[in-house]
């Protein structure tokens, strides 16, 4: 399984910004594809979630309201739309996928992962 995550750049606080992760190498009929993120010496932290076939979202409360995940089925591609950023939400994102997961915010439930991007917002 190859998870290409991308979009990630340099913003100023209050701007926009959308990741991108296409999945490929994978056969998988229902599963979970989510975003986490890790800023220099923290944990690495849930973003957000989405499940396949049936669309449900996972949201942590530090970006609900704010961040959107959404999917293309035909590109087996995970979007993340970022809105009203926010200095502490400068990190390296990360995609990841499973199928079976029983919680979608636990990192360890994740075996496959992307790359990272970098998103920094800084004024």
């Known amino acids: 399984v190859q998870l290409q995550a991308s979009g990630g750049g340099l913003v100023q606080p209050g701007d926009s910004l959308r990741l991108s992760c296409a999945a490929s190498?994978?056969?998988?009929?229902?599963?979970?594809m989510g975003w986490f993120r890790q800023a220099p010496g923290k944990e690495r932290q849930f973003v957000a979630a989405?499940?396949?076939?049936?669309?449900?979202?996972y949201y942590s409360d530090s970006v609900k309201g704010r961040f959107t995940i959404s999917r293309s089925n035909a590109e087996n591609t995970v979007y993340l739309r970022m809105n009203s950023l926010k200095h502490e939400d400068t990190a390296v994102y990360y995609c990841a996928t499973e199928i079976d997961v029983l919680r979608p915010s636990e990192s360890f439930e994740y075996h496959y992962w992307g790359q990272g991007t970098l998103v920094t917002v800084s004024s």
């Open positions: 190498g994978h056969t998988f009929s229902s599963y979970i």
């Open positions: 989405i499940s396949w076939p049936g669309g449900k979202t």
